[in-house]
């Protein structure tokens, strides 16, 4: 039996972006543990998105990755995490917040969960669940998991330092249809944190100089990110190529334009990151992907843009 939902899950932010952006969200299934489903959900998937608090207090997103198993739900309220390889510049330590995301790219499904960590061990960390809900699958790209890394030895490269984009992360970014972005509700660590997906067509991410703009379109109106950015306005953004295993990442400042965008077809606001660092992995993490389809969303988005042009 799980718990009810939480009555009131949303933080400030959270409330001031839903009001303008026109709409209040009297209720929404966001519990304080993980329910049946997605305890047995996250111990299928061999890669967990994770954000916290990197060591200048800004938001990092990061992948980690495991055989199958590698996250497990011994209780309803943990999330127990033991990966075997990863891309993350956060170390979160006991009493740090964090945010998890599960998702499984074949099916389209996925499980956002943040809480406190309450246990570490090696390189992995117990999660105390403080909230957990269901994301729906619009604007994710099907792919399919065709070499797990699991049976051979990961020699990443070693990580590049970024002061701003370069050419290859420009060219990383406009062939991306799938970002993750990392928030928190609060400066430095001690801020609850989120982690996020993103997708839309290969270019739906507008680059100028080191300013990205990123369209933001209709989904379940929580507004975690952008109630998240109204209340500290960092962000950590992450870009794994799903081919080769490389790993981006880019933090900066992030301000929101609350108007709907007459360049970015299907957007109903936007926001933009001034990218003031970053970094680089090539074959950071093991598993490979192969591309499927993109999501019926995103279809209709790229169509949108088709007829735009």
């Known amino acids: 039996m799980t718990s009810d939902p939480i009555l009131d899950p949303f933080h400030s932010g959270e409330r001031e972006a839903q009001a303008r952006a026109g709409f209040r969200v009297p209720s929404a299934p966001i519990r304080d543990e993980l329910t049946p489903q997605h305890r047995d959900f996250y111990p299928l998937l061999p890669f967990l998105l994770v954000a916290a608090a990197d060591a200048q207090g800004a938001p990092s997103a990061g992948?980690?990755?495991?055989?199958?198993g590698f996250v497990s739900s011994p209780d309803p309220r943990l999330l127990r995490v033991r990966p075997k390889h990863g891309a993350w510049d956060a170390r979160p330590g006991l009493g740090a917040p964090v945010g998890a995301l599960g998702i499984d790219l074949a099916t389209r499904r996925r499980n956002r969960v943040n809480g406190v960590v309450v246990a570490t061990e090696g390189g992995g960390f117990d999660l105390a669940v403080e909230q957990s809900f269901g994301n729906c699958p619009q604007y994710i790209q099907g792919r399919l998991v065709e070499d797990d890394g699991n049976g051979a030895a990961l020699v990443a490269a070693p990580r590049e330092t970024l002061g701003g984009l370069d050419a290859e992360a420009?060219?990383?970014l406009a062939d991306a249809d799938t970002?993750?972005?990392?928030?928190s509700s609060g400066p430095g660590p001690?801020?609850?944190?989120d982690v996020s997906h993103r997708g839309g067509p290969a270019g739906f991410v507008r680059i100028d100089g080191d300013r990205l703009r990123i369209p933001d379109y209709s989904g379940n109106r929580y507004f975690n990110t952008l109630g998240n950015f109204l209340l500290n306005p960092q962000a950590g953004l992450l870009v794994v190529?799903?081919?080769?295993?490389?790993a981006l990442h880019l933090t900066g400042?992030?301000?929101?334009d609350w108007e709907r965008p007459d360049d970015l077809p299907g957007a109903q606001r936007s926001w933009t990151l001034r990218v003031e660092r970053g970094w680089r992995q090539r074959a950071a993490i093991p598993l490979r992907w192969s591309f499927r389809d993109l999501s019926p969303a995103t279809r209709r988005i790229a169509e949108m843009g088709r007829d735009a042009a």
């Open 63 to 68: 992948v980690l990755t495991g055989p199958p």
């Open 170 to 172: 420009r060219r990383v």
């Open 179 to 183: 970002l993750f972005v990392a928030s």
């Open 190 to 193: 001690e801020g609850g944190f």
């Open 241 to 246: 190529d799903f081919a080769t295993g490389d």
């Open 253 to 256: 400042s992030v301000t929101v």
